[in-house]
Antibody, heavy 116, light 107 residues
Framework: QVQLVQSGAEVKKPGASVKVSCNASGYTFTSYYLHWMRQAPGQGLEWMGWIHPNSGGTNYAQKYQGRVTMTRDTPISTAYMELTRLISDDTAVYYC?????????WGHGTMVTVSP | EIVLTQSPGTLSLSPGERATLSCRASQTVSSSYLAWYQQKPGQAPRLLIFGTSSRATGIPDRFSGSGSGTDFTLTITRLEPEDFAVYYCLQYVSSYTFGQGTKLEIK
């Protein structure tokens, strides 16, 4: 079936970087934009940016410009989101999601905890 | 940036009742680009409605969406126990923004 499987939870120190992976299966990876969202504990959803798996083109929310990099490895149908210079406010669940009919398929989420 | 404001913040109802959730945009949103999501604790959001009124695959017909311009509504007729969750609206015409959510709780 169509699914996105994300990497496991991470604990990082302030100032470090984190790289989350998202493996797609059940559909043609290169045919759909792949977006990243995040959700801080008890908070709402926030869009971070997208990557087009075919071209590698990206578009990032202004808030994350300079700190986020989205990449992909097409042969293994996997997208990556790297966030640098982590602070405590980056503690959140990070989701990858496919842009089909709206955001129709979501990964299960990756908890990233930033703690001294 | 288009701001989406959802009301009420919390809605307390009983199974079998009808729920009406509102999403108001700070500027006009094309009806083709308004969606609704359901999220349960510890789970990813689940797409319910896209394009204001189209149900996503597998979504029961007790869920319906309507609206235009700046005012949109998600209606759930005959609430089932599994419907109690947080609901978010999303606009995807000008970048991407979500409402702050409506928590639907059991009365």
């Amino acid at each position: 079936q169509v699914q996105l499987v994300q990497s496991g939870a991470e604990v990082k120190k302030p100032g470090a970087s984190v790289k989350v992976s998202c493996n797609a299966s059940g559909y043609t990876f290169t045919s759909y934009y792949l977006h990243w969202m995040r959700q801080a504990p008890g908070q709402g959803l926030e869009w971070m940016g997208w990557i087009h798996p075919n071209s590698g083109g990206t578009n990032y929310a202004q808030k994350y410009q300079g700190r986020v990099t989205m990449t992909r490895d097409t042969p293994i149908s996997t997208a990556y989101m790297e966030l640098t210079r982590l602070i405590s406010d980056d503690t959140a669940v990070y989701y990858c999601t496919r842009r089909g009919d709206a955001f129709d398929i979501w990964g299960h989420g990756t908890m990233v905890t930033v703690s001294p | 940036e288009i701001v989406l404001t959802q009301s009420p913040g919390t809605l307390s109802l009983s199974p079998g009742e009808r729920a009406t959730l509102s999403c108001r945009a700070s500027q006009t949103v094309s009806s083709s680009y308004l969606a609704w999501y359901q999220q349960k604790p510890g789970q990813a959001p689940r797409l319910l409605i896209f394009g204001t009124s189209s149900r996503a695959t597998g979504i029961p017909d007790r869920f319906s969406g309507s609206g235009s311009g700046t005012d949109f509504t998600l209606t759930i007729t005959r609430l089932e126990p599994e419907d109690f969750a947080v609901y978010y609206c999303l606009q995807y015409v000008s970048s991407y923004t979500f409402g702050q959510g409506t928590k639907l709780e059991i009365k």
